[in-house]
């Protein structure tokens, strides 16, 4: 399975953004999508989570009301909406694939990893 990632970039604080990540290759009957993020000197933390087939969506706290993920069968892609936007959001984004269906906002379920994309937001 590869992941592809994209929509990083720099943004103000108060901006928007929307990172994309489409899955390719392997298929699975039933996943989650997860983001994630990772400022350097830090651990990869947890942002949101999609089950595919059902749309039930988790976020992490810092991020929500602010931040919405959402997938589109047609295009196999899942979007993580980033709206209101604060220089602490500044990371290295990564999507994931699980196949599990505990223990989602913890990396060690998620299998495969896309390459990540920078996002910067300036103050």
């Known amino acids: 399975v590869q992941l592809q990632a994209s929509g990083g970039g720099l943004v103000q604080a108060g901006g928007s953004l929307r990172l994309s990540c489409a899955p390719s290759?392997?298929?699975?009957?039933?996943?989650?999508m997860g983001w994630f993020r990772q400022a350097p000197g830090t651990e990869r933390e947890f942002v949101a989570t999609?089950?595919?087939?059902?749309?039930?969506?988790y976020y992490a706290d810092s991020v929500k009301g602010r931040f919405t993920i959402s997938r589109n069968y047609n295009k196999n892609t899942v979007y993580l909406q980033m709206n209101g936007l604060k220089p602490e959001d500044t990371s290295v984004y990564y999507c994931?694939?699980?196949?599990?269906?505990?223990?989602?906002?913890?990396?060690?379920?998620?299998?495969?990893w896309g390459q990540g994309t920078q996002v910067t937001v300036s103050s």
């Open positions: 290759g392997r298929t699975f009957s039933s996943f989650h």
């Open positions: 999609i089950n595919w087939n059902e749309g039930k969506t």
């Open positions: 994931a694939i699980s196949t599990r269906s505990y223990d989602l906002t913890r990396t060690y379920v998620y299998d495969y």
